[in-house]
């Protein structure tokens, strides 16, 4: 299992050894993590890996079977939810139907006590509008807002009260695709502008990967993985990792030589692939199951015989779909011996040589530096 690690000492939320159980069900299995102060760090997994119960038990909603929970260097083990000094914003928002949107963003501050003074909260309220980008908008009604808006509400009552930690639990689930990606720039320059740790859950890995300073992979409440989006992508120590985050293409094989990082592997069809092995990854040994892994961006098709760099793989193939997506053309090449393989070629390319169609002949093929080959584990 491998945990997130922090070279500062300015460390807002710290999981020592925990776990937590339901009945006989282990949802976190033995977490230790670090985040970092200020940081935008998200929890990333498919439905039931413990993401969402790991930032339970930072909200302090759920309480750990065993080990323990900081923020700010103080355990919370049994601080209920409302003395901790983190907000979460929900996927549902949680708005109040029948509170205009000041009232919404001030609820938490009149549930103080003491109580700030009225003009001090309707103070605060306007700057927490401001901060959110919706000044002019208090005496409106939430269901009078799109839901953009509606989300920035949610941030703004979160925020008011000068968290510690912001938690957010899936907040851009329910907007459509052109309005999701909106709200990430948005987030990413709000947490910049407050300057707090923002922990984030999702399972969706381009959300993660665009918004986050470290993820944290999660499976079966372990943490497989952890590191910056670029390290996951680049250098996944294992297939499910390197499956979960974006998209790549894998040949079985068997290694038939090992050196160091250096890793030989024969596929079933007799042909030797070879590529380097991820920082980190368990070493692999002569015999070993494992894969070669390249990721579609860095293939090339071409028709049988253009390739003319001799230190690149190529496998001749078919034609099988062709997808166009604006930025680039998808195509799925059935391959002599290797299964489909998926590339993913660029417009500035497509636009400068004839794109292909299905049933065309062709060949694809990537450099050694594109290769990594994983262990089956």
Excluded at 114 to 138: C, N
Excluded at 189 to 211: C, K, N, P, W, Y
Excluded at 226 to 251: C, H, M, Q, W
Aim: net charge negative.
């Amino acid at each position: 299992m491998a945990n997130s690690t922090s070279n500062s000492n300015e460390i807002d939320i710290e999981f020592r050894s925990v776990t937590k159980r339901f009945e006989d069900v282990v949802a976190v299995d033995n977490v230790s993590l670090k985040v970092e102060r200020g940081a935008f760090f998200s929890f990333l997994g498919p439905s039931g890996c413990g993401k969402t119960t790991s930032l339970r038990l930072i909200a302090g909603f759920d309480q750990p079977s065993e080990g323990d929970v900081y923020i700010g260097g103080k355990s919370v083990v049994g601080i209920p939810s409302h003395k901790r000094p983190v907000n979460m914003v929900f996927q549902q928002y949680a708005l109040f139907p029948h509170m205009d949107v000041a009232d919404n963003i001030g609820y938490g501050l009149r549930q103080r006590d003491p109580k700030p003074a009225r003009q001090e909260i309707l103070k605060r309220v306007d700057q927490t509008l401001e901060m959110v980008r919706l000044s002019g908008y208090g005496k409106r009604r939430v269901w009078e807002l799109s839901g953009g808006q509606q989300q920035r509400v949610a941030l703004a009552r979160a925020l008011i009260n000068h968290p510690t930690c912001l938690l957010l639990d899936e907040p851009l689930a329910a907007l459509d695709r052109k309005l999701r990606r909106e709200m990430q720039i948005e987030l990413q320059t709000l947490q910049r502008e407050v300057g707090i740790t923002f922990i984030l859950v999702t399972h969706d890995q381009e959300e993660a990967l665009s918004m986050s300073d470290r993820i944290c992979i999660m499976r079966e409440g372990q943490i497989i993985q952890s590191g910056s989006p670029r390290e996951l992508y680049d250098e996944p120590i294992n297939r499910y990792v390197a499956d979960f985050v974006g998209k790549t293409n894998f040949i079985d094989g068997d290694v038939v030589d090992a050196i160091g990082p250096l890793v030989s592997i024969k596929s079933e069809s007799g042909q030797v692939f070879s590529g380097s092995q991820p920082p980190g990854a368990p070493p692999i040994a002569n015999g070993n199951k494992a894969c070669v892994a390249v990721r579609p961006e860095m293939i090339t098709i071409t028709n049988i015989g253009e390739t003319s760099n001799a230190t690149n793989i190529t496998i001749n193939g078919q034609v099988v779909n062709r997808i166009f997506l604006g930025e680039h053309t998808e195509y799925l090449v059935a391959t002599e011996g290797c299964g489909e393989v998926m590339v993913l070629s660029p417009k500035s390319i497509e636009s400068a040589n004839r794109s292909f169609e299905p049933g065309d002949h062709v060949s694809v093929s990537w450099g050694p530096e594109a290769a990594l080959i994983i262990g089956d584990t």
